[in-house]
């Protein structure tokens, strides 16, 4: 009974799979010895496990026919069965046999059609690519290795590419220009042999009734060690990057984009209105264009002078000249030129030129130029020029330039970055200082950026004592001149508002106070150091309050009133003194 079960799940497993393989390309073995063609379908479909469908008065059902074939795809049959003279197709479980029309005297095109092979195993191959350069007519094999390609009769000339990833790349040249069936075999690539010295190797169409190929023989390299240089690792951009592309463009071109990886095909203009919808056809990835304009989104693998993309441009590698997007331009290798995107330019590699983008410019490695951006600019490696935006920017070393933002981080740079802060890894300059003055108790200080120019961040606290502020906040600029080893002169203007929080005489007004500070920084170690000076004071208020209490205190100018008597002006001499921890 156990015997009984096993056969008929094996069964019912075949059949399933059976099933599952549409009809014209299941694989069946035939013996039609002097059989009537009505017979001869009868076998057909019993071995298929289908049903035909099809009109008697279309198909001579009376034909004698003699046919043995081993292991031969049903499509394959048909065509021998009817030569030609019959077409087929499959819906479901059923092939509907149609009779060919007649033949055009002058056709403008012929279809090519057959099976992509192993030329060791036999096994049919899935997710080839199979192309003609001059019209780019393209396919890709299904996943049964069936490929049909329709192509223009007036070419001088019929080369057909075929590509897959791990198989020596087949070049088929195609005499004849009518419509005929071609089974291709691919011979795997040797374990560990070096890409670029593959051959391509050439074979010719003789239009036998199966296609039986002539080879032209290609002697195989012998086999070396694998030099495949190491790329950077994939960041969080780059599988952005990946993303992107992949929302707008088809599967047929991404499978092309792996099998044409040592091919790049070279066109003066594309115009396009999606990847897939466009001069270049299904190609675009592997396409490099002089000039490029796309109505909504463009791809393409390289541009060489001039690209246009109304909403997005995405190209694989390089980008020559000039190419602006209405949202953004992807580019997967280098830009040398200008390139201009309303929200987003990014840069897989080395910017040589200006990035100029309304949020985001990306440079995936260096930059040499500008890049001006409403919002961020980045470069992964080293920018000589400028970075210019309106909230940040970061690179690692910066020279024959500046940055320009509310916040610059670099590692290293040759010029002073201009922003509200400012951060050098390398050679900058950073402290905290702890420190009193006439005002405040305890006053905590951070400078960040170059000793030549730095940013200041304060805070301030007098511990509830009686006239004075409960906090302060300030910021300002500094600039920091050596006078020994071991001692600077620090010039440096600071603007900090008072917080009283006193609400009988609080009305959201101003009570604020510019310092500008002379101070002495003597060292007593490499990062511990003592800082003092004086400064001059000016201290502004329109809500009642009085200047806050000063010990010392050395006036200046005394409770004056400005014109509108609405705001009240104080200024004095003041002192202060603390300790610094810096890294320089």
Request: hydrophobic share 40%; net charge positive; aromatic share 8%.
């Amino acid at each position: 009974m156990r015997y009984v079960l096993i056969f008929v799940f094996l069964l019912v497993n075949a059949s399933l799979f059976a099933q599952s393989v549409p009809p014209l390309d299941r694989v069946i073995s035939v013996d039609i010895r002097n059989a009537t063609i009505e017979s001869a379908l009868h076998q057909v479909s019993s071995a298929g496990r289908f049903e035909f469908s099809y009109n008697p008065d279309r198909v001579n059902a009376n034909a004698v026919v003699t046919l043995r074939l081993v292991n031969t795809p049903v499509r394959d049959i048909l065509n021998r069965l009817f030569q030609n003279q019959v077409s087929f197709k499959s819906r479901g479980n059923h092939v509907i046999l149609v009779r060919a029309e007649a033949p055009d005297p002058t056709p403008k095109n012929f279809l090519l059609d057959g099976y992509i092979l192993d030329e060791q195993t036999g096994e049919r191959i899935a997710q080839v690519s199979i192309f003609e350069k001059t019209t780019l007519a393209s396919t890709v094999s299904n996943p049964f290795g069936y490929y049909r390609l329709r192509l223009a009769t007036d070419l001088p000339a019929v080369r057909l590419d075929v590509r897959k990833q791990a198989y020596v790349g087949e070049t088929v040249l195609i005499r004849s220009r009518s419509t005929h069936s071609l089974s291709i075999r691919m011979t795997p690539i040797p374990a560990r042999m070096p890409l670029e010295t593959l051959p391509i190797r050439i074979t010719e169409d003789t239009t036998r009734s199966i296609g039986t190929l002539a080879a032209v023989p290609v002697e195989m390299p012998a086999v070396s060690p694998d030099t495949t240089v190491q790329q950077r690792p994939v960041s969080v951009l780059d599988q952005g990057l990946t993303r992107i592309t992949r929302v707008f463009v088809s599967a047929q071109q991404i499978i092309h984009d792996a099998n044409l990886n040592r091919d790049t095909l070279y066109r003066d203009w594309q115009v396009s209105f999606l990847p897939f919808i466009g001069t270049n056809h299904r190609l675009s990835g592997r396409i490099s264009n002089r000039v490029s304009v796309n109505m909504l989104v463009g791809y393409s693998f390289g541009v060489r002078a001039f690209e246009l993309g109304g909403l997005m441009n995405l190209v694989r590698t390089d980008v020559q000249g000039f190419q602006a997007g209405g949202l953004a331009n992807l580019v997967g290798g280098k830009l040398k030129g200008v390139q201009l995107g309303g929200l987003v330019n990014y840069a897989n590699q080395n910017l040589n030129g200006v990035q100029i983008g309304g949020l985001v410019n990306t440079a995936g490695l260096s930059v040499d130029g500008l890049q001006l951006a409403g919002l961020v600019n980045y470069a992964h490696r080293d920018v000589r020029g400028w970075q210019i935006s309106g909230i940040l920017n970061r690179a690692h070393r910066v020279t024959l330039g500046h940055q320009i933002g509310l916040v610059n981080i670099a590692d290293t740079v040759g010029n002073v970055p201009i922003g509200l802060l400012s951060y050098v890894r390398k050679g900058g300059y950073q402290s905290l200082e702890v420190a009193a003055n006439e005002v405040n108790l305890l006053n905590v200080t951070i400078r960040t950026g170059m000793r030549r120019l730095y940013n200041i961040l304060s805070a301030g606290h007098s511990f509830d004592r009686v006239g004075s502020p409960r906090l302060s906040a300030g910021y300002g600029l500094g600039s920091a001149f050596g006078l020994s080893r071991a001692t600077f002169l620090s010039v440096e203007g600071t603007y900090h508002h008072l917080f009283y929080f006193d609400k009988a005489t609080r009305n959201d007004g101003w009570n604020n106070q510019v310092r500008l500070s002379t101070l002495i920084e003597t060292k007593f170690s490499p990062h511990l150091s003592l800082a003092f000076g004086p400064s001059a004071n000016w201290y502004f208020s329109n809500d009642g309050t009085t200047k806050p209490l000063l010990q010392p205190e050395v006036a200046l100018i005394s409770g004056r009133n400005d014109i509108s008597n609405a705001t009240h002006n104080w200024g004095w001499v003041g002192f202060q003194v603390g300790l610094r921890y810096s890294n320089l």
